[in-house]
C-alpha cells in the first residue's frame, strides 16, 4: 500500500498502485478526490463508471473510506500532475451524505471546534496538525543534537509553591463524602497520597533537580491550570516545553531561547513547505476581506522568515517603562491599565504595544521587578530586580516566560519566608542550593502558542486536538 505523499513525491507512472483514504468529493460520477491525511494534497481517482457496479458508485460519498488499486498516469486533467485509473475499488467504511458534518464547502472554525473529533478531514487542520506535529519533532532534535536529555516530570505533584496558577486537584476521595479532621477539614492524610495533591502547573522545580547532576536537560509535557481565563490565548491543559542548564545566566538563558525558536522555525520553513503555504494563502484570503487599515503588513511566512533571520530586540523592564509611559495610548488614555509608575505589571494590551507598534519584532523583556515575579528567581544587585525575561511575539503576546533561578540558599529562604512558602515542603528544592549550588537559568514555552505562530490561527483552541477550557472537556 502506498501514501498520497509518496505516490505525488516520486510515484512512477504505469505502476499498479493501491492507496485507501477518505472519500473528499465524487464528481460526475467519475473523479473522486482522495485524501489519506499523508498530505494537503488530494489524489484524482478516475472511475469507469460504466464497469463499474451502480450499488458501488452510490456508495462512493463524501466521507466514506475506500481502497482503490488502479494505474498511476500522468493526468489529462489541469490541477493535479498524476492521477490513478482505478481498476478495483472497495468501500472499507460507508459515509452517510446527509449528515456527515464535513461537507466539501466552508466550515466556520466554530462549527469545526464542535466536531472536533472529524475536524482533521478539513485541508486546514490537517495542514495545523501536520505542523504540530513536525514543530514537536523540531523541538526534540533541536535539544538532541545540542546535547540536552529529554526528562519526564511528573504530572501529579504534592508541592503548589510554583504559583503559576490555580491548581486541579487529584484525589481519590469520596467527593460526598470526604473523611474530615477534628476540625472539620479534609484529610488529606487519607487520600491516595496521602497529602494533598495536585496537576503540576510546571515541571521547571523538579527539572533544575536533573539540571544540577546531568547539566543540560528539557521537559516537553502537558501542563494544567484551572485559571477561569476564558481567552484565544489559554488553556486549562496544555503543552510546555521547559529547557534547564546548569551554569548559564539570564544571558545565555536568551541566546538560548532565540536560537532555539529560530532553529525550529526553520525547520518548518524548510520542511512543511506545502502546509505553510496553503495556510499562508488562507490568511492573505482572510486579510482582503479585512479594512486596508487593519491588514497585516507581512504574510504568514514573511513573518516565520522575519523571525529566523532577525536578532529579538532586548529591552529592560525599566527601559519598557519608559516606553510605555510616554506612549501616545498611555497618553491618551487608551490603554484599560494606564501604566504610572514602575513597578506596573504588564497587561497584554502594553505587551503587544511594545512588539506590535513600537518595535515591531519578538522582544525579550527582562529584569522585572522581584514582586511581581515568582519566588525562585535571581534577585539582582540592586535588590529590586530579577533576572526574569518574557519574549513577546507579535500577534502572540507572551511566548516564553523564564530567569536565572535563585541559587543562594539564605536568600531563596528569606524569599521563601516573606512569601510564606512552606520550607518543609520543598526541602528537595532547598537541597540543590545545599550541595553544589550553581548558577542556572531555564523558560518556559508555551507550544500552542508556537503553533498558533506558526500557522497564524488566532484561537488557541484551534491549535491543540482536543482543547480544554472553561466549561469545555468534551472529547
Ligand atoms: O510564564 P509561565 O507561567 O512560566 C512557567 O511556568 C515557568 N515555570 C517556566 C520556566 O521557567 N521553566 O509559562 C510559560 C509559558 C508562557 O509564556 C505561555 O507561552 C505558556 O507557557 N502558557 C500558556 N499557554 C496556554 N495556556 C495557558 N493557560 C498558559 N499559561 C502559560
Known amino acids: 500500500m502506498h501514501t498520497v505523499a509518496e505516490l505525488l513525491k516520486k510515484g512512477n507512472t504505469l505502476q499498479e498502485?493501491?492507496?485507501?483514504?477518505?472519500?473528499?468529493?465524487?464528481?460526475?460520477?467519475?473523479?473522486?478526490?482522495?485524501?489519506?491525511?499523508?498530505?494537503?494534497?488530494?489524489?484524482?481517482?478516475?472511475?469507469?463508471?460504466?464497469?463499474?457496479?451502480?450499488?458501488?458508485?452510490?456508495?462512493?460519498?463524501?466521507?466514506?473510506?475506500?481502497?482503490?488499486?488502479?494505474?498511476?498516469?500522468?493526468?489529462?486533467?489541469?490541477?493535479?500532475?498524476?492521477?490513478?485509473?482505478?481498476?478495483?475499488?472497495?468501500?472499507?467504511?460507508?459515509?452517510?451524505?446527509?449528515?456527515?458534518?464535513?461537507?466539501?464547502?466552508?466550515?466556520?472554525?466554530?462549527?469545526?471546534?464542535?466536531?472536533?473529533?472529524?475536524?482533521?478531514?478539513?485541508?486546514?487542520?490537517?495542514?495545523?496538525?501536520?505542523?504540530?506535529?513536525?514543530?514537536?519533532?523540531?523541538?526534540?532534535?533541536?535539544?538532541?543534537?545540542?546535547?540536552?536529555?529529554?526528562?519526564?516530570?511528573?504530572?501529579?505533584?504534592?508541592?503548589?509553591?510554583?504559583?503559576?496558577?490555580?491548581?486541579?486537584?487529584?484525589?481519590?476521595?469520596?467527593?460526598?463524602?470526604?473523611?474530615?479532621?477534628?476540625?472539620?477539614?479534609?484529610?488529606?492524610?487519607?487520600?491516595?497520597?496521602?497529602?494533598?495533591?495536585?496537576?503540576?502547573?510546571?515541571?521547571?522545580?523538579?527539572?533544575?533537580?536533573?539540571?544540577?547532576?546531568?547539566?543540560?536537560?528539557?521537559?516537553?509535557?502537558?501542563?494544567?491550570?484551572?485559571?477561569?481565563?476564558?481567552?484565544?490565548?489559554?488553556?486549562?491543559?496544555?503543552?510546555?516545553?521547559?529547557?534547564?542548564?546548569a551554569f548559564m545566566d539570564l544571558a545565555g538563558n536568551m541566546d538560548l531561547a532565540e536560537d532555539f525558536m529560530k532553529s525550529v522555525l526553520g525547520y518548518v520553513l524548510e520542511h512543511n513547505r506545502e502546509d505553510l503555504e496553503f495556510l499562508n494563502q488562507r490568511l492573505l484570503d482572510e486579510e482582503k476581506t479585512k479594512p486596508q487599515a487593519e491588514r497585516s503588513e507581512m504574510s504568514l511566512i514573511e513573518k516565520i522568515k522575519f523571525v529566523v533571520d532577525n536578532n529579538f530586540k532586548r529591552v529592560s523592564y525599566t527601559e519598557a517603562i519608559d516606553i510605555l509611559r510616554n506612549s501616545k495610548p498611555n497618553k491618551k488614555k487608551k490603554f484599560n491599565y494606564i501604566i504610572e509608575e514602575w513597578g506596573a505589571d504588564l497587561q497584554s494590551e502594553h505587551e503587544r504595544f511594545l512588539v506590535e507598534k513600537h518595535f515591531k519584532c519578538p522582544v525579550i523583556l527582562f529584569d522585572y521587578p522581584a514582586n511581581i515575579k515568582a519566588f525562585y528567581m535571581r534577585l539582582n544587585e540592586d535588590g529590586k530586580t530579577v533576572r526574569a525575561m518574557d519574549i513577546l511575539f507579535p500577534g502572540i503576546g507572551e511566548m516564553v516566560g523564564g530567569s536565572q533561578r535563585e541559587e543562594r540558599l539564605d536568600v531563596l529562604k528569606e524569599k521563601m519566608k516573606a512569601l510564606d512558602i512552606d520550607e518543609e515542603e520543598l526541602w528537595w528544592y532547598l537541597d540543590l542550593r545545599k550541595y553544589g549550588t550553581a548558577v542556572h537559568s531555564g523558560f518556559g514555552l508555551g507550544f500552542e502558542r508556537l503553533v498558533m505562530f506558526t500557522t497564524g490561527m488566532s484561537n488557541i483552541r484551534d491549535v491543540i486536538p482536543f482543547p480544554r477550557t472553561p466549561q469545555n472537556a468534551e472529547f
Open 17 to 245: 498502485v493501491t492507496i485507501k483514504g477518505w472519500v473528499r468529493s465524487f464528481r460526475s460520477r467519475r473523479f473522486i478526490a482522495l485524501n489519506d491525511g499523508s498530505t494537503l494534497n488530494n489524489i484524482q481517482c478516475v472511475v469507469n463508471f460504466e464497469e463499474t457496479d451502480e450499488a458501488i458508485l452510490k456508495r462512493i460519498t463524501t466521507g466514506a473510506a475506500v481502497s482503490i488499486t488502479g494505474e498511476l498516469t500522468e493526468s489529462q486533467g489541469q490541477g493535479q500532475s498524476l492521477e490513478i485509473q482505478v481498476k478495483k475499488i472497495e468501500i472499507l467504511g460507508d459515509s452517510d451524505p446527509e449528515t456527515y458534518p464535513i461537507q466539501p464547502k466552508k466550515h466556520s472554525f466554530e462549527f469545526l471546534r464542535e466536531n472536533a473529533h472529524l475536524r482533521t478531514r478539513t485541508n486546514t487542520f490537517s495542514a495545523v496538525m501536520r505542523l504540530r506535529s513536525s514543530l514537536s519533532f523540531a523541538i526534540h532534535k533541536y535539544f538532541n543534537d545540542n546535547g540536552f536529555y529529554y526528562m519526564h516530570t511528573p504530572i501529579i505533584t504534592g508541592s503548589d509553591a510554583e504559583g503559576a496558577g490555580e491548581m486541579f486537584r487529584v484525589t481519590n476521595l469520596d467527593a460526598k463524602n470526604p473523611p474530615l479532621t477534628e476540625d472539620g477539614k479534609v484529610d488529606y492524610t487519607e487520600d491516595f497520597f496521602g497529602k494533598e495533591t495536585n496537576l503540576t502547573v510546571s515541571g521547571q522545580l523538579e527539572a533544575e533537580t536533573y539540571a544540577m547532576s546531568l547539566g543540560k536537560v528539557y521537559t516537553f509535557g502537558p501542563t494544567f491550570r484551572a485559571e477561569n481565563s476564558n481567552t484565544s490565548r489559554h488553556l486549562a491543559e496544555f503543552w510546555m516545553i521547559e529547557p534547564e542548564v
